[in-house]
């Protein structure tokens, strides 16, 4: 077994979790009380904080648009 294996293994025996009703007020993964302007600002630092931690750079204060896909639904 790898080093790899063998740490995911203990984060495997560590981990505790509780289960709630989506609806809970103890729930926090959904913003329902923020207005459209600031969900968007919401999302826009969410995006920008992961960028710095996975690059380790600030992000670009530009967006690529040639990069943007947009996804049709059937």
Do not use: C
């Not at 009703?21 to 302007?37: G, I, P």
């Amino acid at each position: 077994m790898s080093s790899i294996e063998e740490r995911a293994l203990k984060r495997k025996n560590k981990i505790t979790y509780a289960k709630m009703s989506l609806h809970s007020d103890e729930h926090h993964s959904f913003h329902t009380h923020l207005d459209v302007k600031s969900s968007w600002e919401l999302l826009a630092r969410l995006s920008q904080e992961a960028w710095k931690e996975k690059t380790g750079q600030f992000p670009p204060k530009r967006v690529d648009k040639s990069i943007v896909k947009f996804i049709t639904y059937s």
